[in-house]
């Protein structure tokens, strides 16, 4: 894949975040993320073939900006991807992402209701026991693994899909379908 033509006065770090090539080393893709924190936390990334975004990398203005719906919208493009793919989707007729990342205002308060008392900390807490056995079982799993792994993929996203799985009720055997 070609390398992204970042705008002109861009900063080139803002590669890590569009480049597909930047997530094939992900120990120099973490250096430049902690550079980007340290020196421009809120990076404006353009780039072309990209609507410009910001990237905002540290923890404390993430928890700012999803706590400020009055200043931050979500859109169809909340979660940055090539303009192309949204003109693919118009092309094939299809709708744009329509996950709660991509809702804003009334229309996500509709949607996270559906779910919103099954994630309260009384109905949490209910499920304590199995949510701890579910992490025994990852925390066992990474053991195995000997000391490497990629976070990600072998334990973020499978084990908080198990957890939520769990609490929504949906069985073990179904989760090859999640």
Sequence with gaps: MPEPILSAGSDPRGKIFIHPESFGDMEHWHEVAREIRRDT?????????????????RHED???VSRRSDVFFNTEQSA?????TYEMLDMLGLEQPRTLVHLHGSEHDKYRKVTND????????????????????????????GGECDFAQDLAVPFTIRVIMTIFGVPRSDERFM
């Design 80 to 84: 940055p991807s090539p303009n192309v």
């Design 118 to 145: 099954w994630f309260k900390p009384a109905a949490v807490k209910n499920l304590q026991g199995a949510i701890e056995q579910i992490a025994d079982e990852y925390v066992e799993k990474l053991a195995d693994m």
């Design 62 to 64: 993430v928890f700012e």
């Design 41 to 57: 936390p809120v990076l404006r990334v353009e780039a072309e073939g990209w609507t410009p975004f910001w990237a905002v990398t």
